[in-house]
Nanobody, 123 residues
Framework: EVQLVESGGGLVQAGGSLRLSCAASGFTWDDHAIGWFRQAPGKEREGVSC????????LYADSVKGRFTISSDNAKNTVYLQMNSLKDEDTAVYYC????????????????WGQGTQVTVSS
């Protein structure tokens, strides 16, 4: 059974930092890419960042470049999203998801999803 479990969300002041974790199981780690997505109330789900363990490739949305960093602990099948310089507009439910091989920030490409973790940035 495929499982993706997010953790690390919470309430933070603008300008602060949070680190999200996504623990994955039930599929071949090296054959998949892990993406982070977010969805704010009334808005569509958008891609934030993506990581592929087979070659260490990363991808970021323009809105988070220079502020967010994606990384992994391959021994733990876990992907992290370090979020710095957080802004009000980063407030959303953050999801991690897995897709076979493809590096993409398009939500419809992803096969497996976690339940999400809330990130709230207060000004």
């Amino acid at each position: 059974e495929v499982q993706l479990v997010e953790s690390g969300g919470g309430l933070v002041q603008a300008g602060g930092s949070l680190r999200l974790s996504c623990a994955a199981s039930g599929f071949t780690w090296d054959d998949h890419a892990i993406g982070w997505f977010r969805q704010a109330p009334g808005k569509e789900r958008e891609g934030v960042s993506c990581f592929r363990s087979s070659d260490g490739s990363t991808l970021y949305a323009d809105s988070v470049k220079g502020r967010f960093t994606i990384s992994s602990d391959n021994a733990k099948n876990t992907v992290y999203l370090q979020m710095n310089s957080l802004k009000d507009e980063d407030t959303a439910v953050y999801y991690c998801a897995a897709v076979a091989a493809t590096m993409t920030l398009a939500p419809y490409e992803y096969d497996y999803w976690g339940q999400g973790t809330q990130v709230t940035v207060s000004s």
